[in-house]
């Protein structure tokens, strides 16, 4: 089941992308350009959109991306549950576009089931700060967004800041979760 619910999840954030296409008044925009192997490190959870995949991790939350040899990334996950386990999703990006674009899609199934469309799910940077210490991160459909840091907290200046430049992307910044580090 641990190894079917990323599938599911991708599947089905797939599905609702091809069902409720943007057109280009809605599209969303990215940043111009991404420097993966800058962009690689470790992450912490601020805040997040309600998602049913992340309903148990209750703090700590946090990703750790290292550059490969092929060029694609390696994506560890992390979470606390409530009874005190970390959880751990390991999985896989590759860029989508030139080597510094900002589009990268990820996948958390086996590799050998990477060439099934379905299972790759869209990971956009669309703000990032020019020293690479905070990041949001979200999908052509806006379902989903992250704001994660290089610290575990953030103050409360910057973290006003980028509600502001969400916003006006037009991000509902009303339904972002704060997440708990410890």
């Not at 750790?64 to 409530?82: E, F």
């Not at 940077?125 to 379902?143: C, F, H, K, M, T």
């Not at 290089?150 to 509902?172: H, N, S, W």
Request: a positive charge; glycine letters at 6%.
């Amino acid at each position: 089941m641990k190894k079917i619910l990323p599938l599911m999840i991708l599947f089905f954030c797939s599905l609702h992308s091809v069902a409720y296409g943007e057109t280009d008044a809605q599209a969303l925009s990215t940043i111009d350009t991404l420097d993966v192997p800058r962009y690689m490190g470790k992450w912490y959870e601020i805040a997040r959109y309600p998602n049913w995949f992340q309903k148990k991790c209750v703090s700590d939350t946090s990703a750790d991306y290292s550059l490969q040899t092929d060029g694609k990334v390696r994506v560890i996950n992390r979470c606390r549950q409530s009874n005190g386990e970390i959880k751990e999703a390991i999985g896989i990006a590759r860029q989508i576009g030139g080597s510094t674009s900002p589009k990268l899609q990820v996948s958390f199934v086996h590799p050998w089931l990477s060439f099934i469309p379905a299972v790759w799910g869209d990971y956009w940077v669309i703000d990032l700060d020019s020293q690479y210490q905070l990041v949001a991160v979200s999908e052509p459909s806006r379902n989903y967004l992250w704001i994660l840091a290089r610290t575990p907290a953030i103050d409360q200046k910057t973290y006003d800041a980028m509600l502001g430049r969400l916003r006006q992307r037009g991000f509902d910044t009303d339904k972002l979760i704060r997440s708990h580090q410890k």
